[in-house]
């Protein structure tokens, strides 16, 4: 499914964020990426999602090598990955019906693939009587919910979590844990980039512990080592 | 392509109902721009006309010997109406010139006796003239050496002053009226720099309040042109809008100046609500071609550096 060779990304002057990285990721393997801050556990999420390019090494995603990645490929490969942040990235002039159809409408899908769709999504995420409201009307839970949908929208193989529990208080943390562990079990990837020892040592799955840019360990059902 | 087109028209009508304050200050600016264009062409035409009605203002009169007849009065001046310089040329007879001299010096009584002491010795002091406009202010030392050349010479006096006067006078009307040009040019420019930097950093402003909201809509799939596209439909809606505004301001204003301008060129007023009538699709089409075009490259800058993938 991932396939990261020798990947690492310089920053100026001096900063090697990610280094020598290896990483392979099967398809349906919940994977916590894990670290304190400032060790290279989002400039590796960045770098899944093309928002970053690699200064060394390969990166592949479902047979698709996306080191030199054209910009104008790069919306194409975002349309099949799933992204969710700690900040939850909602468009706040838009409704929650509108921040999901839009996701859906920049691939071009009809009006009427959307309003059938839309609402099973809106019910996985157990927001089916809050379309209407904006981002601002909706808690931190709620508002990590709609974008867990939107992530959701084009059936995606992988979803990449960046700190989604960050701004959430322990039991909406649970619940958006537990919405990723059955979106897990339909099958799609998860990658979780999290510094919460607790919900990591709750899921025993496998986890990558990073230090100063490098996976320093990497178990198959682990713990929060640092 | 359908569906994309409509979506766009869509998410545009969106953005500008659901930031209006900014939709608001945009198309503000636009008008304040578009207004300085406007002022402009008011000044422009108005600093024309004012030129234009002193040029026309300026005639110049040979007088006829007193022993002259009808006849050659009549033949000197089909004569020199031909001439390629002179626009036109009207005879005033002596009596006329008397009664023009008293009209313009009613209030002066002693003036007015000595006039009629004249009178009563059955002598006019006035003798009939040719009253005589060139085609351009320029030319008139040209028909000062027509008629110092021409066969009817002894005919009329010529006042050699006046025509040097003229000369003279024209040489700094021509002066006059180029630094006039110039300074309305330099002017023109400034404010134009003035309003394309208005709407350059509004637009950059706006594009900025929009950089989270593009970074998003990147993150989800996007494509460059679906992001652009909304923000490019409601920049030209921001122009329509502010052109409707300027129309109205423009005729209103027009016709709340035109006793000012009527007062300013008396007889030689200029229309306002006329001229912007006649030249409507010159000047509305082309400032809004002209602010589409600028504002759209503007935005264009603004939003590339949001863009990069």
Redesign the interface.
């Known amino acids: 499914m991932i396939k990261l060779d020798n990947v690492s990304k310089f920053y100026k002057p001096d900063v090697w964020a990610v280094n020598k990285v290896s990483l392979d990721i099967d398809p349906g393997e919940f994977v916590s990426i894990v670290g304190q801050s400032g060790t290279g556990k989002s400039t590796l999420a960045k770098l899944l999602f093309a928002e970053e390019r690699p200064t060394e090494g390969t990166i592949e995603i479902g047979g698709w090598d996306i080191t030199d990645i054209k910009q104008h490929e790069v919306p194409y490969l975002r349309r099949q990955i799933g992204f969710i942040f700690q900040d939850f990235k909602l468009l706040p002039k838009k409704n929650i019906y509108e921040n999901i159809s839009f996701a859906m409408q920049t691939s071009g899908i009809d009006d009427d693939k959307i309003k059938k769709v839309l609402p099973q999504i809106l019910k996985i995420v157990g927001l089916q009587h809050k379309a209407e409201r904006y981002p601002n009307q909706l808690s931190g839970g709620e508002q990590q919910r709609a974008a867990i949908a939107r992530s959701l929208v084009h059936q995606p193989k992988l979803l990449i979590a960046d700190e989604p529990t960050g701004n959430l208080d322990s039991i909406n943390s649970r619940e958006i844990i537990d919405l990723l562990l059955r979106i897990n079990h339909l099958n799609t990837t998860v990658i979780l980039v999290t510094h919460n020892r607790d919900i990591v040592n709750s899921l025993n799955r496998r986890v990558v512990t990073m230090e100063g840019g490098r996976i320093i360990s990497d178990q198959k059902r682990g713990r929060y080592i640092l | 392509m359908f569906?994309?087109f409509r979506?766009v028209f869509k998410f545009a009508a969106?953005?500008f109902g659901?930031?209006i304050w900014l939709s608001i200050v945009n198309i503000t600016i636009l008008v304040l721009a578009l207004l300085t264009i406007n002022f402009l062409i008011i000044f422009n035409l108005l600093t024309n006309n004012a030129i234009h009605v002193i040029k026309e203002k300026v005639d110049v009169s040979i007088y006829f010997k007193q022993n002259i007849t009808q006849e050659q009065i009549d033949d000197l001046k089909q004569k020199i109406s031909s001439s390629q310089y002179i626009k036109s040329v009207d005879y005033v007879s002596a009596e006329e010139s008397l009664e023009n001299f008293k009209q313009k010096h009613a209030q002066d009584e002693n003036l007015l006796s000595a006039i009629e002491e004249l009178k009563k010795d059955n002598s006019n002091v006035f003798s009939a003239s040719l009253k005589i406009k060139a085609k351009d202010i320029s030319m008139y030392e040209n028909i000062l050496n027509e008629l110092k050349e021409s066969q009817y010479v002894d005919l009329f006096e010529i006042d050699e002053n006046q025509f040097q006067d003229y000369t003279l006078m024209t040489q700094r009307l021509i002066n006059i009226s180029d630094k006039i040009r110039f300074f309305a040019y330099i002017l023109s420019g400034v404010f134009m720099l003035i309003a394309f930097m208005m709407v350059f950093n509004t637009i950059k402003i706006a594009i900025y309040t929009h950089r989270?909201?593009i970074?998003?809509?990147?993150?989800?799939?996007?494509?460059?042109n679906?992001i652009k596209a909304p923000f490019i439909l409601n920049i030209l809606f921001y122009n329509i809008v502010a052109l409707i505004v300027i129309i109205g301001i423009v005729y209103l204003g027009g016709a709340f100046l035109q006793p000012i301008v009527d007062k300013l060129f008396e007889g030689y007023t200029i229309n306002l609500v006329s001229y912007f009538n006649s030249n409507f699709i010159v000047i509305f089409f082309g400032q809004l071609l002209l602010s589409c075009v600028f504002s759209i490259i503007s935005s264009l800058i603004s939003i590339k550096r949001y863009l990069?993938?």
């Open positions: 569906v994309n979506r969106q953005d659901r930031n989270d909201e970074g998003i809509m990147k993150l989800v799939g996007a494509t460059e679906f990069k993938f």
